[in-house]
């Protein structure tokens, strides 16, 4: 299959380790943040989301934290598996209207046994 | 299988040729939207559909590209004449717009039909 996000940034970490996958969104009047995971030859999976009016947002073993003032947004994997490896993009909207993502540049996460 | 399908996967064309795809909405998905990713790069938004209609075209989206919704269900894309520039990732997804000032939908994503123009 094709490979996604070739020349992208990699995180590397190993099996069990907590990986932190850092994003800087460029609209400050974006009020809707997602992250997304995309695996080679597939199309981009839903992992979470957070409004503009919450700071943080936990999932199964990932949470999502969001700083408006430095428009900063992380995700963080607990206890990281070999399955979590791909390419993670953030994505930012404007609520209330048609909701076009505008999505980062991604990082890839490589994560070793 | 209840996500967004889209059809074909994968689609080699020679460059003057006319290509369509197909996407499949969840069911009940009142919105659906097409991006185009190329390799390293995420995905760019190039319209959107409520219903049948389409409400927003990106200045991605040249003349030679068309997308339609005729029923309000499924959706193609199709691209006339295509240049090698067009080859991407065509990527479509689905949400449910509850329609409320401020409210949110979330998108879910099709696994993309590949497009290679020789």
């Known amino acids: 299959g094709e490979s996604v996000g070739l020349h992208l940034p990699t995180l590397s970490v190993q099996e069990g380790d907590n990986s932190i996958i850092n994003c800087a969104y460029s609209?400050?009047?974006?009020?809707?943040f997602i992250w997304y995971k995309q695996e080679s030859g597939k199309g981009p999976q839903f992992i979470i989301d957070?409004?503009?009016?919450?700071d943080k947002r936990q999932g199964q073993r990932v949470t999502v934290l969001l700083n408006k003032t430095v428009k900063h947004l992380s995700l963080q994997i607990a206890a990281t598996q070999p399955g979590d490896s791909a390419v993670y993009f953030c994505?930012?909207?404007?609520?209330?209207?048609?909701?076009?993502?505008?999505f980062g540049a991604g990082t890839r996460l490589a994560v070793h046994p | 299988d209840t996500g967004v399908s889209q059809d074909p996967r994968h689609k080699i064309t020679k460059r003057g040729q006319n290509v369509t795809f197909r996407c499949d909405p969840i069911?009940?998905?009142?919105?659906l939207y097409w991006y185009r990713q190329t390799l390293g790069q995420g995905p760019e938004f190039l319209t959107y559909?409520?219903?049948?209609?389409?409400?927003?075209k990106s200045r991605l989206l040249s003349d030679r590209f068309s997308a339609e919704r005729p029923k309000g269900s499924f959706s193609t894309l199709e691209i006339q004449r295509t240049e090698q520039g067009d080859s991407a990732m065509y990527l479509c997804?689905?949400?449910?717009?509850?329609?409320?000032?401020?409210?949110?939908?979330?998108?879910?994503f099709g696994p993309g039909t590949r497009l290679t123009v020789l």
């Open positions: 997804a689905s949400s449910f717009y509850l329609g409320q000032g401020g409210s949110t939908d979330t998108q879910y």
């Open positions: 069911s009940e998905h009142n919105r």
């Open positions: 957070i409004r503009s009016n919450m």
């Open positions: 609209n400050s009047a974006s009020d809707y």
């Open positions: 994505a930012e909207t404007l609520s209330g209207g048609y909701n076009k993502l505008i």
């Open positions: 559909f409520q219903n049948e209609a389409q409400l927003e």
